[in-house]
């Protein structure tokens, strides 16, 4: 499903990095609620897939059922405001290093949410995406964020 809802808008050939992670997010009625995303890098969009199980409890004569979410998200290069790569090592006793997580954060210019916090006062809020592996993950996959955010800091402007 990622791939096809992806294949529709991106231009696979001109994509310079990828990322992609799963998760377990909550249980409902008894089981696991997964959660799926990819995010790539597509000439000067950053293009998200994200993709979560859900529960659809009926309606018009159908019982309760799986369901599965997917949201296609793009956004403008332009639009990062901000990036911070985060890298974590454990240190041997013979002074040797292990890469042990690595977290990138990414700050997008577009006001998230906006709160009066007086009459003439507002608080924003930006949007903020966040990718993190540890070493459970593998090193593969924290290399993976890594080559990540070095393509996302040559290719933001």
Not at 73 to 93: C, G, N, P
Request: proline fraction near 1%; charged fraction near 20%; charge should be negative.
């Amino acid at each position: 499903m990622a791939l096809t809802q992806l294949g529709q808008v991106v231009d696979f050939e001109r994509v310079s990095a990828f990322v992609m992670s799963r998760g377990i997010g909550s249980i409902h009625a008894g089981r696991d609620m997964y959660w799926y995303e990819i995010v790539l890098i597509e000439g000067d969009r950053l293009i998200l897939w994200h993709g979560k199980d859900g529960h659809c409890p009926g309606y018009g004569g159908n019982d309760s059922h799986p369901r599965l979410v997917a949201t296609l998200r793009t956004i403008a290069l332009s639009e990062i405001s901000d990036q911070s790569l985060v890298t974590e090592y454990d240190l041997d006793a013979d002074g040797a290093t292990t890469l042990a997580a690595v977290d990138l954060t990414v700050g997008l210019s577009a006001t998230y949410r906006t709160v009066k916090t007086s009459l003439e006062e507002y608080r924003h809020t930006i949007d903020y995406l966040r990718f993190a592996k540890e070493s459970s993950h593998g090193v593969a996959q924290m290399n993976q964020v890594i080559e990540f955010a070095q393509a996302l800091s040559r290719e933001a402007r």
